[in-house]
């Protein structure tokens, strides 16, 4: 009933792209959905955000370079990652975008490492 499943992430080098997936059950259907990402010892910060109409935002530090998008029927959201750096190492994770909803509920995530 409650269910993220992210996949996609990897190793790359810098400059290197990746796309992230996020298959999400049903019951994520009419929320916003967004991506967040967490470093060792930093912060969990939301890096993108998606509406089910499509409305779109992006933190200032990943403008220019990710790309967040849904398939509705599919229920899967993705972040095409493009021109990554060594900051973006992180664990990424999908969720609604308003936390709480589902109460404290998050995936596995999906481990992005950006080195050479």
């Known amino acids: 009933q409650v269910q993220l499943v992210e996949s996609g992430g990897g190793l790359v080098q810098p400059g290197g792209s990746l796309r992230l997936s996020c298959e999400a059950s049903?019951?994520?259907?009419?929320?916003?959905m967004g991506w967040y990402r967490q470093a060792p010892g930093k912060q969990r910060e939301l890096v993108a955000f998606i509406s089910r109409a499509g409305r779109i935002n992006y933190t200032d530090s990943v403008k220019g370079r990710f790309t967040i998008s849904r398939d509705n029927v599919k229920n899967t959201v993705y972040l095409q990652m493009n021109s990554l750096k060594s900051e973006d190492t992180a664990d990424y994770y999908c969720n609604t975008a308003q936390i709480g909803v589902f109460g404290n509920y998050w995936g596995q995530g999906t481990q992005v490492t950006v080195a050479s």
């Open positions: 049903d019951i994520f259907s009419i929320y916003t």
